[in-house]
Structure formats: structure tokens, C-alpha cells
């Protein structure tokens, strides 16, 4: 159900913005916490988005049964390219 939700409310131009908007602070992570993320599998975009303000916590969150995503994980999401794009949106939500 939330998956629909976010996929209907998903807009390419404005997660484009936000990983844009996202590149200085990323850039200014750590060199090897990025090079660790890097290797993890979650997309080079959305770890643009979280890993300046989830730091090493991304990776426990990616595996944990989230409210907001129906109480799937975020990893679940990233199984389709549609479950990816809702993914997304949700980030698009999420309080900074």
C-alpha cells in the first residue's frame, strides 16, 4: 500500500534536485565511511541523500521494518526499479 503511494507521488526532477542539493555535504563525509557505503550495494543517489545526516546508522536502517514504508525494510524497496522509485519518495518526506 505505501509503496503505491509513494511510487504515484514520485517526481524524477525533484529527487534530482534533492541528491543535487545533497552533493557538497556528501562530499564532505568521511573518505572512508563513503568508500564503506560505496560498497554496500544502496544506490550511489540515495546514499548522496542520507549518509551526511545517517552516517554508519544507514546501514542498520536499510535492514530495519520502517512505519513509514508499511513496515517493510528500505532494502526491500531497492529489489525493483518501481520499489526503488518509492524508496525515494519517501526520502523525498523525510524530516531534515
Known amino acids: 500500500m505505501m509503496r503505491e503511494i509513494y511510487l504515484k507521488e514520485f517526481r524524477e526532477d525533484s529527487?534530482?534536485?534533492?541528491v543535487r542539493l545533497y552533493q557538497e555535504?556528501?562530499?564532505?563525509?568521511?573518505?572512508?565511511?563513503?568508500?564503506k557505503m560505496e560498497s554496500s550495494g544502496i544506490p550511489e543517489d540515495i546514499l548522496r541523500v542520507?549518509?551526511?545526516?545517517?552516517?554508519?546508522?544507514?546501514?542498520t536502517w536499510m535492514e530495519e521494518q520502517v512505519p513509514a514504508l508499511g513496515y517493510e525494510k528500505?532494502?526491500?524497496?531497492?529489489?525493483?526499479a518501481e520499489g526503488t522509485r518509492a524508496l525515494k519518495s519517501a526520502i523525498l518526506r523525510m524530516p531534515r
Open 74 to 80: 528500505p532494502s526491500d524497496y531497492l529489489k525493483t
Open 15 to 18: 529527487w534530482n534536485e534533492m
Open 25 to 35: 555535504r556528501y562530499n564532505e563525509v568521511e573518505p572512508s565511511l563513503r568508500a
Open 50 to 59: 542520507l549518509l551526511p545526516d545517517m552516517g554508519d546508522y544507514l546501514l
